[in-house]
């Protein structure tokens, strides 16, 4: 049983590699660590499972019960590494990597940063911080957020650890101390890290130094914020959302400031605030992805224009 679970293990992190193996070393360092300590662990208890060439002992009735748990695990592990296989960036997003006269873009193993070429760190005025979605390739939201920072504003897009947005939820402060000279901060994020985005949000007001502005893109607050959130807020929205629905976002209205904008892109669908595929669960959508992508940046780019005065 071993043997064949250390098969499997290894089975899996070939294929993830195999299937994603461009988005997995693009992205935050965890995961592929993760991978190559399973895929050690695994090729060693095959290797001695190998060389065993006598079946083992009897074992107790409770060493046997251990036994089963630890191979329990072990499937659980693997099948855990298989779901948080990420999906990947494609193009257009891909191509608006690439820096030029009016968009510097620099990655780091835990950051995409585009920044106005040319501009010192303070003329950026307003910067965001975007969250990605649950398991989604940070790459996958460059040509969306691309012209915010041709426009004039910085644009982090953390590389959060597993692609799980609270698990990223210190993006802010790091993203302040790496960029000390920007006047103000708008927050945001798509699905989970919207979710994530106000939790950072409300945070920051409680520790002092506010936000000036939350970004939510077919996302919600997990909690009331309604009095705990003093900041502008956006919420963008898709009519097929199969995920974020729109009666989820109607009901989330209550949960937002007084004064809170809602936009609902026409046609739209949850994977459209990024280029990464489609993505299961989801609606089917009516309208072009362009043409969803240009909407969506130019409601984003009304907030940061709009808290810069």
Request: hydrophobic share 50%.
């Amino acid at each position: 049983m071993t043997a064949a679970v250390a098969v499997l293990a290894v089975l899996v992190v070939v294929a993830v590699l195999v299937t994603a193996g461009g988005p997995v070393l693009a992205g935050h360092p965890v995961y592929p660590a993760l991978l190559a300590v399973t895929l050690l662990v695994a090729v060693v208890a095959l290797v001695r499972a190998v060389r065993r060439r006598r079946p083992p002992p009897r074992r107790s009735a409770w060493r046997r019960a251990a036994g089963l748990l630890v191979v329990v695990l072990a499937v659980a592990w693997v099948a855990a590494l298989w779901w948080l296989r990420p999906f990947g960036a494609q193009e257009p997003a891909l191509a608006a990597l690439a820096s030029d006269d009016a968009v510097t873009v620099t990655q780091t193993p835990t950051t995409l940063v585009l920044a106005p070429t040319g501009a010192p760190e303070g003329t950026t005025g307003t910067a965001l911080l975007l969250q990605p979605g649950a398991r989604v390739d940070a790459r996958a939201y460059a040509a969306v957020v691309r012209p915010l920072a041709a426009a004039g504003h910085l644009v982090v897009v953390p590389k959060q650890p597993l692609g799980i947005g609270f698990l990223s939820l210190g993006a802010l402060d790091a993203a302040r101390d790496a960029h000390p000279d920007v006047e103000r901060w708008v927050v945001g994020g798509h699905s989970l890290g919207g979710t994530a985005a106000a939790v950072e949000a409300v945070d920051a007001g409680a520790g002092g130094t506010p936000v000036a502005g939350l970004l939510l893109w077919a996302s919600y607050p997990a909690d009331d914020v309604s009095s705990t959130l003093d900041a502008q807020v956006l919420s963008v929205s898709a009519s097929e959302d199969g995920l974020a629905t729109p009666a989820d976002i109607t009901a989330s209205v209550a949960d937002l400031p007084p004064g809170a904008e809602l936009v609902v892109v026409e046609g739209a669908v949850h994977a459209f605030f990024g280029d990464y595929g489609p993505q299961p669960g989801d609606g089917t959508p009516t309208v072009d992805r362009a043409t969803a992508r240009a909407e969506i940046t130019a409601a984003s780019l009304g907030l940061l224009d709009e808290v810069s005065g």
